[in-house]
Every structure is written in C-alpha cells, then in structure tokens.
C-alpha cells in the first residue's frame, strides 16, 4: 500500500489561550478529494496556515509523500518551500496581484518551477528566453483549463468574483503541486459559478489531482468529496464518506448548535 499524499498526525496550535487545533489527525490519498468542514471558527484554515508554513504548529508532523519519492516533513518549511515541495493553495480571502494580468498572476505561480537566475534574466541568454516561453505557454495551458484564456491579457482586478477564484487556483496549479489545497473556493459564487467550479474540480480529480478543500457548500462537499473530515473547537470530531457524515449526529449536533446560536 502507497503511503497518503499527506499526513498529518497530532496537529496543534495555540494562539495565547486559544487552542485552535488540537491533537488532529488528516490523511489524504493519491487521487483523493478530502473536504474539512466545521463551524465558522473551527480551525480550518488555521489547519491550512499550519500545514503550508504560515504558522509554525505548536505540535505534531506533518509528511508530504510524493508518489514514487520519499517522504518530506513540512513542519518548519517556509510557504514557498512548501509550495517547491509540492502542495499549493488558495487563499479564503482571495490574494492575488490586482494590477497584473492574469496570465502574469498564473506566470508568477510557475516562478518555483524555473531555473533561471537574475543574471540570466539580465543577459537574457537562450536558456532563460526559452525557459520564459515555456512559462508562457504553460501558464495559457492552465488558463484553457480555468475557462480563462480570453481573459488573459485583462487586469485581474477586472474579473468576475467567480473568475478571480478561477485564476486563485490556476495559480496554484501552476506550481505543479501533488497536493491542491482549498480555503473555501465557493465563497461568494451565485449557483451558476459553484456549478461550473464542481465540474472543474471533478476535472482536476479525473485527470489524478489530489485536492484537500475547506467548504461551507454542502452541495459542493457531498457532491466531490471521497472522504470529510469534520472539525469544531480544533479538533476532529467525525470523518466518513459524505453519506456517514450526513447521517452523523454528532456533526448534525455541531451545525445546529451554530444555527441555534446564531
Ligand atoms: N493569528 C491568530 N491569532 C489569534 N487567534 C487566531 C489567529 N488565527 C486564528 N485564530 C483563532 O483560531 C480559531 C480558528 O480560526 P480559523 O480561521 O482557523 O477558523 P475557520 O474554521 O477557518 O473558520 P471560518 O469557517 O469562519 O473561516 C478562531 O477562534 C480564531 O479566532
Ligand atoms: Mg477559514
């Protein structure tokens, strides 16, 4: 049996007082997509921030397994190390350069894939305009697959909410990663968009992406996920398939205590 893409064993993290995670365990497998749902305020994205190298966790391992490569432990690694190492993300507040197109917002996440040094860049030599054409041309590859190829010389200030969301994972993509990871990539889409993003997800699993995602939409999470894990208070409290997660009265507990004191 192949080891899991990613393993994370006994996570915390505290913030002060604050226990954000605690003793959490996640697993995701080749060509798996896992969701992690919980709460507002559950520890999602700080499991996110915790696994790329934005916040050191205050305990636990983290191991990338790239497939037919030995394992990598994350724990320490700076976000662009991890991003070299082969897991990219999207961000739940979308972060991307506004005031660049958006084939060169898909072009900078290809930066960690290329060789070339300043001095090439200043001498501009054969070896770095090839390697800039490539860049290019694999940047509109990617753009063909988020639907945005017509779009690519716009700002990216000018995209549809729903597009921008697009180019925020076609960046990601662009690192080439094993594992995709996702904070929350339906916010704020009309249904129309979050129709359109489920089947480029799909797409993405079908052509052997392996994607972790945080999600409030249910309808995205049960339709695409293999597996969910299910979080409140920083720690897991169920996973299952998306059929033991719905009928789960510990997790039903969970969202209706939000509900009811919302
Ligand atoms: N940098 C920080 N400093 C202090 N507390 C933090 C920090 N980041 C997160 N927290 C706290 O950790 C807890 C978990 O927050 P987190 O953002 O991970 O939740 P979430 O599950 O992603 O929620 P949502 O669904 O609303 O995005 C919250 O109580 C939050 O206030
Ligand atoms: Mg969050």
Redesign the pocket.
Known sequence: MTAPILQVKNLG?S??G?R??DELDLEVNSGEIVALI????????????CVTGI?QPTQGDVMLNPPSRSSIRLNNLKPNQVAEKGMARTF?NIRLFQNMTVLENVMIGRHCRTKSFILGAILRNKATREEEYQTIEKSYHILQKMGLEKQANDLASNLSYGAQRRLEIGRALATEPFLLLL??PAAGMNPQETAELIELINKLQQEGQSILL?E?DMKLVMELSHRIYV?DY?RRIAVGTPEQIRNNPVVIKAYLGEAADA
């Open positions: 993290m913030f002060g604050i954000a995670l919980g709460p507002n305020g559950a520890g999602k994205t700080t499991f996110f921030n916040y739940q904070d929350e945080i409030h979080m920083g």
